[in-house]
């Protein structure tokens, strides 16, 4: 069971960039998907969280600019983000809880980090 990131890149103040993360391997159920960054210097942070029936919950600097959701039937997760800022520069990492099998269990996973710049 694995989570697969993608989609950062160097974009201008002001644009837009669409991660995805992908969830892989035996996966009955997934509870929270999530997106954290982490900025040079800093801890890592939520950014947004999406639960298995649509409940979304943003950080306070992203609000109103980044939009997260997901697909459980592909077990994808995405994160639009919009009208980007130099301070939303950082390493965004995908998080998900799951569960091999339906009545089991669920535990953490990290996808392996997508880092986004935005600088001119």
């Known amino acids: 069971v694995q989570l697969q990131a993608s989609g950062g890149g160097l974009v201008q103040p002001g644009g837009a960039l669409r991660l995805s993360c992908a969830a892989t391997?035996?996966?009955?159920?997934?509870?929270?998907m999530s997106w954290y960054r982490e900025a040079p210097g800093k801890r890592r942070e939520l950014v947004a969280l999406?639960?298995?029936?649509?409940?979304?919950k943003y950080s306070d600097p992203v609000k109103g600019r980044f939009t997260i959701s997901r697909d459980n039937a592909k077990k994808i997760v995405d994160l639009q983000m919009n009208s980007l800022k130099s301070e939303d520069t950082a390493v965004y990492y995908c998080y998900a809880e799951m569960a091999a099998s339906v009545g089991g269990r669920a535990s953490p996973y990290w996808g392996q980090g997508t880092l986004v710049t935005v600088s001119s």
């Open positions: 999406i639960t298995d029936d649509g409940v979304t």
């Open positions: 391997g035996p996966i009955a159920r997934i509870n929270i």
